[in-house]
């Protein structure tokens, strides 16, 4: 990935992207949890507190997935899916703020791709 200096945008852009694809079923919760996991480190080296916060939404999503592993499950059951699907419009959400803020603070300092 390419260096981000002190603009967040293309981190959160990704992170949208990712969230986009995994609830249109283009990639699978496990791929999910591994894409943020790199997207968010990446994160903390321009915006450490930003991290933080979207590293507490991945928990949760890391954790509903080792259950289901644990568990050898086939399927989740209504309680598991309600988290994920709590957890990731919650990280869209606060993601889709931080995005925006970093818009009015950035402007068109660096290019999105």
Same mark, same amino acid.
């Given at each position: 990935?390419?260096?981000?200096?002190?603009?967040?945008?293309?981190? *959160?852009?990704?992170?949208?992207?990712?969230? %986009?694809?995994?609830?249109?079923?283009?990639?699978?919760?496990?791929?999910?949890?591994?894409?943020?996991?790199?997207?968010?480190?990446?994160?903390?080296?321009?915006?450490?507190?930003?991290?933080?916060?979207?590293?507490?939404?991945?928990?949760?999503?890391?954790?509903?997935?080792?259950?289901?592993?644990?568990?050898?499950?086939?399927?989740?059951?209504?309680?598991?899916?309600?988290?994920?699907? %709590?957890?990731?419009?919650?990280?869209?959400?606060?993601?889709?703020?931080? *995005?925006?803020?970093?818009?009015?603070?950035?402007?068109?300092?660096?290019?999105?791709?």
């Amino acid at each position: 990935m390419a260096s981000t200096g002190s603009n967040p945008i293309r981190q *959160f852009n990704r992170i949208l992207e990712r969230l %986009n694809s995994y609830e249109s079923g283009d990639i699978s919760l496990r791929v999910l949890i591994a894409d943020l996991e790199v997207l968010i480190e990446t994160l903390a080296s321009v915006q450490e507190k930003m991290s933080q916060e979207l590293r507490e939404y991945w928990a949760v999503l890391e954790e509903v997935y080792s259950v289901c592993v644990d568990n050898q499950a086939q399927e989740m059951d209504k309680t598991l899916e309600s988290q994920i699907h %709590n957890a990731v419009t919650t990280m869209r959400r606060r993601v889709q703020e931080l *995005f925006e803020k970093a818009l009015l603070e950035h402007g068109d300092d660096e290019p999105l791709d």
